[in-house]
């Protein structure tokens, strides 16, 4: 597996609780990106940087925020956690150039009470 | 935005049978077309890929078709084993300068009965 982590890997929180996940990897990838995975939705995009400070929304950014202040890490908040982004959060990392394969990360599993 | 359909959602075969999974895209600007595999509990893993200027592509078992005029790819795995088990995803890559993204199908879980 390319190095990349995922932390926590499971959490559980309360409505209204912000929650931060963090990727991290050694690659020196350009491109990383969040997504989420629920049963019969596949991996739908939540955002995804293209560089540091570079960051871009998916299909599924509302209520969601990220931040790149370093290449090799990769955060995503949720400012104020709702049971319907109860969720496997999965990370991927991408040299960005077409034809590159996204290497995932362990993933995350959210439980939002 | 490209939008990737993928049959069916569920596949089950008797070992040894074949098994074939298909996708089609809508954005005719999309030009890579990797496939994941995925088991129960762990992370997405590129298992093939095939870029647009390529009709197929084989690896070993497991080979994909790409037909461009028609926007769609399949992912085709033969002589089946009880560790093929799992879902696949198709996706296709949407790029152009700072902007690389993939899009996923729904995913097809591949059940092989011994």
């Known amino acids: 597996d390319a190095g990349i982590t995922q932390s926590p890997r499971h959490k559980v929180t309360e409505t209204g609780t912000p929650v931060t996940l963090r990727c991290h990897q050694t690659e020196n990838h350009r491109y990383m990106y969040w997504y989420r995975q629920d049963p019969g939705h596949g991996l739908r995009l939540i955002h995804y940087?293209?560089?540091?400070?570079?960051?871009d929304k998916g299909e599924v950014s509302d209520g969601y925020s990220v931040s790149r202040s370093k290449t090799e890490d990769f955060l995503l908040t949720l400012e104020s956690a709702t049971s319907s982004q109860t969720s496997v959060y999965f990370c991927?990392?991408?040299?960005?150039?077409?034809?590159?394969?996204?290497?995932f990360g362990p993933g995350t599993r959210l439980t939002v009470l | 935005g490209e939008n990737v359909e993928q049959h069916p959602s569920t596949l089950s075969v008797q070992e040894g049978d074949s098994a074939v999974i298909k996708c089609t895209y809508s954005d005719s600007a999309s030009n890579y077309f990797p496939w994941y595999k995925q088991e129960l509990g762990k992370r997405p893993q590129l298992i093939i890929d095939?870029?647009?200027?390529?009709g197929e592509k084989k690896d070993q078992r497991i080979a994909v078709t790409l037909n461009k005029t028609a926007k769609h790819f399949s992912l085709h795995i033969t002589e089946t084993q009880p560790e093929d088990s799992a879902v696949y995803f198709c996706a296709a890559s949407t790029a152009g300068g700072s902007n690389y993204k993939l899009t996923f199908g729904k995913g097809t879980l591949l059940t092989v009965n011994p």
């Open positions: 095939i870029r647009s200027n390529v």
């Open positions: 991927a990392i991408s040299e960005g150039m077409v034809g590159d394969t996204q290497y």
């Open positions: 940087s293209y560089g540091v400070k570079d960051t």
